[in-house]
């Protein structure tokens, strides 16, 4: 079922030559927890009958691609394409989405807005979120390697329930963060916002 033959070109090539640019690029432990947020992807698509499994696919894949960027990178891009400068303060966990997005249009040619969005919003999910958007965000968070408590709880809540995953999601990283002290991207705020403070 993962080996999906690519015939409508979200990615310039097949995908053993995209699975093989990130074997490439990056380290083997996020190389393998690619190809599990892949096929969690896909069986949560199928699991809730989205036809288009190649760009459930090229997303899962391409998500973390530029996770292993140095910051200088990221800043770099950042001027570089005019994003907006308030990106500046926050680092990696949210750039490598955000920013990543653009790297993987430039680098990888991928420019289907779909893709580019989920892998945009895979971090802090968003208040409208396609079904690309929670596929990868879900597929992510629960992927077979994932360990954590009530992870069980959170896949078979998604399986039934998109949407009460992705708030189930929300709930349990929010107050993560906030037992952190962490800074919460606002963006997140809109997303718990959007999934569980209005949906309760
Ligand atoms: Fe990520
Ligand atoms: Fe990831």
Redesign the pocket.
Known sequence: MTNIDYQKHYYPGSRDQLVAILADTLSDFRYQHVLRVEAKALELAQNFAVADLEKVSVAALV??YA?ERSDADFKAVIKAKHLDRNLMQWGNYVW??LVGAEMIHDELAITDEDILNAVRY??TGAAYMTIYDKLIFMA?YIEDGRDFPGVDDCRTTTFADLDAGVAWQLKHTLGYLLAKQTPIHPQTVLTYNAFVANNK
């Open positions: 998500h973390d996770k490598h989405g895979h971090t992510d």
